[in-house]
């Protein structure tokens, strides 16, 4: 990995952070508690880590419907880039393009 890639990396995990931050923050503010400093610290602590189970379940739901939905993308696809006869190009069926 280039040191630009890295940099970009280090740079979308730290705007990743921020915005878990912010939405933590929002999170204790939405609650309509009154915490002290270290009660804010533990609530905000278990909002991130309970929003990385939320978000990995997500991301598990999507796989899963993803690799249904995948073969009859194939199978459609086959239909469409089938080849009719001998010496003849892939079939496009699709509609042409608005200009």
Do not use: C, H, W
């Given at each position: 990995?280039?040191?630009?890639?890295?940099?970009?990396?280090?740079?979308?995990?730290?705007?990743?952070?921020?915005?878990?931050?912010?939405?933590?923050?929002?999170?204790?503010?939405?609650?309509?508690?009154?915490?002290?400093?270290?009660?804010?610290?533990?609530?905000?602590?278990?909002?991130?880590?309970?929003r990385r189970?939320?978000?990995?379940?997500?991301?598990?739901?999507?796989?899963?419907?993803?690799?249904k939905e995948?073969?009859?993308?194939?199978?459609?696809?086959?239909?469409?880039?089938?080849?009719?006869?001998?010496?003849?190009?892939?079939?496009?069926?699709?509609?042409?393009?608005?200009?």
């Amino acid at each position: 990995m280039t040191p630009e890639q890295r940099n970009i990396m280090r740079q979308r995990e730290n705007m990743r952070r921020q915005i878990m931050t912010r939405d933590a923050d929002s999170a204790v503010r939405d609650s309509g508690l009154q915490l002290n400093p270290q009660e804010r610290a533990r609530f905000e602590s278990r909002y991130i880590q309970e929003r990385r189970k939320v978000e990995q379940s997500l991301r598990q739901q999507i796989q899963t419907e993803r690799q249904k939905e995948i073969p009859a993308l194939i199978q459609q696809l086959r239909k469409e880039f089938q080849i009719d006869e001998p010496g003849k190009g892939p079939v496009s069926k699709s509609a042409p393009s608005p200009k």
